[in-house]
């Protein structure tokens, strides 16, 4: 990936000390300025290059669009649900988190939920507290043979897993993307939410907060369930239906819940903290020592890697290309070190490293490949994209095609000796590659060398070496 420069970055909440300092010593401009208010936030935003929150902040687009300054979005945590990633994508700013910095912080609360689930524990130490020596109130039952539904299977899911497999639990799950092999490889099943509500004893979330997850668990999943169904969010407020859960403990459908995140942080509806059978926290997933300062020091680490053009990790706004490319009007873009990436992976780096190359250059139209994809839908240009296994494709050559108004134009190019160029055009195979730089034109005729004399003109200064050497065959023949 080309660096992107990065001078100063806004800290708007609470980090760990490793994050200032990791920017600092690379030179990054650090300002700290918790606790601000939207409109102070929007009016300090248009001085810096990048923003880094936690969950607190609310980035919104009217906080984006404030600014043509803004280059990044760090958020040091997991999940985006608080920047409008939609809009960061539109105006160009890259989005990223940290996915694996509290993975085990909230994959041992979890695990702390379900246990405290399983016996009772708060409310026992309530009783306790209280003056009561209530053995027969707080009767618990094992963990031991019971059957775990982990709705979510990726690094926090996983890691529920192997914990509570060793308690004995048989562990089953759910996941839209993580292979059944893979997850089978560490211990879990998978099957669809139909045959997995009925079968779990325990149920816990770890899946993003989207229009596909609101409400994952309703009145009708907890219908499927099994009497008195005991369920954990530590995910994100909204994945269970809070109304439906009320009604589920209500009526005995669910036995118990362990909840860390609410549809509204601090909830002001106090039902479900309130409720005998509702173990709750403030939303501590993240919270331990560990966590924080692995999340600040990583969002720091990527910034800085970003800045200097090695990686890009955590990225959500857009995938972002790793290293540079093929360009000239259909700006095609490939993996450099096509030896050790897989061609197949690239292709929607390419795709929009192409599209860049079609929009640049309109009017009012400013691509980048964070936002060029949005742009190319609203200018209502139709993208298709696909992988050959073929011999070619595995000599790393690329192949864009464009069509216009019922014509078709064809390019192909690759990288060779770590220059981009322009193998073929329009079925016409150049002799030599063409080094894609600056301004070039191409001109499509028959093998006529009167003609090439005739287009480029008898001035002095005109020299006609390089345009000779592009000569193609097959055909027609391209100058």
């Not at 694996?100 to 026992?124: D, F, H, K, W």
């Not at 993003?208 to 609101?214: A, D, F, G, I, K």
């Given at each position: 990936m080309a660096p992107i420069t990065i001078r100063s970055v806004l800290i708007s909440e609470s980090v760990d000390p490793r994050c200032r300092a990791v920017l600092e010593e690379n030179g990054i401009r650090v300002t700290e300025r918790p606790n601000m208010k939207t409109e102070e936030l929007m009016a300090e935003i248009q001085n810096y290059d990048g923003l880094v929150v936690r969950s607190a902040t609310k980035v919104t687009a009217d906080i984006i669009n404030a600014t043509d300054n803004l280059k990044i979005i760090g958020r040091a945590g997991t999940g985006v649900d608080n920047v409008d990633v939609d809009a960061a994508t539109k105006k160009g700013v890259i989005v990223m988190n940290t996915p694996?910095?509290?993975?085990?912080?909230?994959?041992?609360?979890?695990?702390?939920?379900?246990?405290?689930?399983?016996?009772?524990?708060?409310?026992?130490t309530m009783s306790m507290k209280q003056g009561n020596w209530d053995r027969k109130k707080f009767m618990g039952s094992e963990l031991f043979g019971k059957v775990l539904g982990i709705v979510g299977l990726g690094r926090i899911g996983k890691e529920v897993a192997s914990r509570m497999q060793s308690f004995g639990m048989k562990t089953i799950g759910y996941d839209p993307i993580t292979p059944p092999e893979v997850s089978a490889s560490w211990g879990v099943e998978q099957m669809s939410l139909e045959k997995l509500w009925p079968q779990c004893d325990y149920i816990t979330v770890h899946t993003?907060?989207?229009?596909?997850?609101?409400g994952l668990l309703s009145d009708e999943t907890f219908a499927l369930c099994k009497r008195g169904v005991k369920v954990v969010n530590c995910a994100r407020g909204g994945i269970i239906d809070e109304a439906a859960l009320l009604r589920a403990l209500e009526s005995g459908q669910c036995g118990g819940a362990g909840l860390d995140v609410f549809v509204e942080e601090p909830p002001k509806d106090r039902s479900l903290v309130n409720h005998p059978n509702v173990i709750s926290c403030p939303h501590l997933g993240a919270s331990t020592k560990e966590a924080q300062a692995r999340c600040g020091e990583d969002i720091a680490l990527q910034i800085v890697d970003m800045v200097k053009g090695k990686n890009l990790i955590g990225a959500v706004s857009q995938t972002v290309v790793l290293s540079a490319a093929l360009w000239g009007k259909f700006e095609m873009m490939l993996i450099n070190e096509i030896k050790k990436y897989?061609?197949?992976?690239?292709?929607?780096?390419?795709?929009?490293?192409?599209?860049?190359?079609?929009?640049?250059?309109e009017s009012g139209c400013c691509p980048n490949l964070i936002n060029v994809l949005s742009l190319a839908k609203e200018c209502g240009i139709m993208v298709n994209q696909s992988?050959?296994?073929?011999?070619?494709?595995?000599?790393?050559l690329c192949q864009v095609e464009v069509g216009v108004n019922g014509c078709s134009y064809k390019a192909i190019g690759s990288v060779r000796g770590g220059v981009p160029v322009l193998l073929e055009l329009s079925d016409s195979v150049f002799r030599q590659p063409v080094t894609l730089n600056g301004n070039l034109l191409f001109f499509k005729a028959s093998a006529d060398p009167q003609l090439l004399t005739s287009v480029i003109g008898k001035r002095p200064h005109v020299s006609n070496?390089?345009?000779w050497q592009k000569w193609g065959t097959k055909k027609g023949d391209l100058k």
């Open positions: 694996s910095g509290n993975t085990i912080s909230a994959a041992e609360l979890t695990c702390i939920m379900l246990m405290n689930l399983s016996r009772n524990v708060p409310q026992a993003p907060l989207m229009p596909s997850t609101v897989s061609m197949k992976t690239s292709t929607g780096f390419m795709t929009s490293a192409v599209l860049v190359g079609l929009l640049d250059g992988h050959s296994a073929s011999n070619v494709a595995a000599e790393g070496s390089r345009l």
